[in-house]
């Protein structure tokens, strides 16, 4: 049974907007506006409609109105206008760079409750801890707050103070709490790990600015540890910067070989990038894991590696993102953010997924199959994503899964908010588990079902104990969380995962790519 399931992506503590699901070409090319033949068209039904339309609106509003439905007519989700807010958010997932506290926040039973801290981070060194409910920010009760409120509660300008309360499990006094609001660098690389065998793990969550510079550290880091091969995660990666998918691949390619081709109307965007620096690490074996999670430029790394033979992709078909944008700056604060060209792998594949020309059902999208070669010879897919050379992971949800989510209906955050209380309650009594390794027991469900009993929510017991495997799970990692902390979870994630046992399992051991190669050829034949 796979354990990621799509219940397991509601549950899921984080996140990703699809505003973020690209890859930027740059911050806007230079042009002249051209007036068009209907602009007098247009000024006319503005002016009617602004004068006489039923209801009094705003002219403002309306040219806001306008806007959004010129570009919502060009049918591409990834074209958008972006208000301050919004480009602000951008600014800072490309640059990973905010003013803050370093701290994640989710709210759990109305409350907002701290789910990890940045070490060094200044949440850190105020001691909050994992499971802490923040019951005041300021003075003010954060009861029903969404997190985006409490994120902007907690945000101010580098070097001022904010004061809260929290309550924290096992203690029966509030406690209060000052920080002082820093500089917030939230890393690329979100985990790394050294597994058993010689494995080295890297999960890069975001092509932000400093993305290449942190994985050529996390892999000097890694083989000082003895790494002799590598798992490189790209799941879930919606992209970044083209620059940094470009400089990661970089990483991993001889000086010369194409790593991707742009192709747009403007004479601006249109290249080719090519590898310059020489191959820091070229005896290291890679996996790359990929799922439909994996965008832009993590389609642009996972597609130069595979078409050069540079690594074996592993885990489930991309999401299909082949075209990338540039920002205009607008008067307004604002952007545009606009489609300027699409890409191409080095073998010539376009991945995009399109629009069916006759309005299909569906997911809207049609998948043109092509079949290209690798520099070695080996047949790799085209269109619609990103094929892995080993498919790992199903997207068929088992009966158990079904039943449970079907039990469970619109009422998941309740489930979630009942499993972070028993997680809580664990943490806080005598009988919390004193290693990150242990075993989820019947007794723990059984704890489960009681407090979402006492919650008001209940279903047939029998679903519940059908779906133990996917209740354990969600247990071992909510205890381990609140108990021995976020980089804790985050390894017994790591050792519970099908598709890191997977690549490990095609990679360990291996002395060269090009075995580990083989095996996947292998694997794959066994597995049609």
Do not use: C
Not at 245 to 261: T, Y
Not at 357 to 381: H, N, P
Not at 492 to 509: F, K, M, T, V, Y
């Amino acid at each position: 049974m796979s354990m990621r399931s799509r219940l397991f992506v509601v549950l899921a503590v984080l996140g990703s907007s699809l505003l973020f699901g690209g890859w930027l070409l740059g911050r806007g090319l230079r042009g002249t506006v051209v007036p068009v033949a209907g602009e007098r068209l247009f000024e006319q039904v503005l002016a009617h409609v602004s004068r006489y339309y039923v209801d009094s609106i705003p002219a403002p509003a309306l040219f806001d109105k306008a806007l959004d439905g010129m570009l919502e007519e060009l049918g591409d989700p990834n074209t958008l206008y972006l208000q301050p807010e919004r480009l602000k958010r951008l600014n800072e997932t490309t640059t990973g760079n905010y003013t803050g506290l370093g701290v994640q926040t989710d709210v759990r039973d109305g409350w907002p409750t701290v789910l990890s801290t940045l070490p060094g981070g200044p949440a850190e060194r105020a001691g909050l801890q994992a499971g802490d409910r923040i019951i005041e920010i300021g003075g003010k009760s954060t009861r029903s707050l969404t997190g985006e409120e409490t994120r902007g509660m907690l945000r101010g300008p580098v070097g001022t103070s904010v004061d809260i309360t929290i309550e924290r499990p096992g203690s029966h006094a509030s406690i209060p709490v000052r920080l002082t609001r820093g500089e917030i660098h939230r890393r690329a690389v979100r985990r790394t790990a050294m597994l058993d065998g010689g494995v080295g793990y890297i999960d890069v969550k975001v092509f932000s600015d400093s993305t290449q510079v942190e994985v050529a550290q996390s892999i000097d880091s890694l083989v000082k540890l003895g790494m002799r091969s590598l798992v490189l995660d790209l799941r879930g990666n919606l992209g970044g910067l083209l620059s940094q998918g470009i400089g990661v691949a970089d990483l991993f390619l001889d000086p010369g070989k194409v790593i991707v081709r742009i192709k747009g109307r403007a004479a601006e965007a249109n290249a080719t990038f090519e590898d310059e620096a020489p191959q820091r690490w070229p005896s290291l074996p890679i996996v790359v894991l990929v799922d439909d999670g994996s965008a832009s430029a993590s389609e642009i790394v996972a597609g130069a590696l595979q078409d050069h033979d540079r690594a074996l992709l592993v885990g489930r078909t991309t999401f299909g993102k082949g075209s990338a944008q540039s920002l205009y700056p607008t008067s307004s604060g604002g952007a545009l953010k606009l489609t300027v060209a699409r890409w191409f792998t080095p073998s010539g594949r376009s991945i995009d997924r399109r629009r069916d020309d006759d309005g299909g059902a569906g997911d809207g999208t049609k998948a043109r199959v092509e079949r290209f070669e690798s520099d070695a010879g080996r047949e790799i897919v085209g269109g619609g994503g990103i094929t892995p050379d080993v498919v790992v992971g199903d997207t068929v949800q088992s009966p158990q899964e079904l039943a449970l989510a079907g039990a469970l209906g619109r009422r998941i955050p309740e489930f979630r908010d009942a499993l972070t209380a028993y997680a809580l309650s664990v943490k806080a009594s005598a009988s919390a588990p004193a290693s990150p390794g242990f075993e989820v027991t019947p007794a723990m469900r059984d704890g489960l079902w009681r407090v979402m009993q006492q919650r008001g929510l209940t279903f047939d017991r029998a679903i519940y104990d059908d779906a133990a495997p996917i209740i354990s799970l969600l247990i071992a990692r909510e205890v381990t969380r609140y108990v021995f902390g976020a980089a804790v979870e985050a390894r017994r994630s790591i050792d519970d995962d099908d598709a890191i046992r997977a690549a490990r399992s095609l990679i360990e051991g291996a002395k060269s790519q090009e075995e580990v190669l083989a095996r996947g050829a292998q694997r794959h034949s066994l597995l049609k």
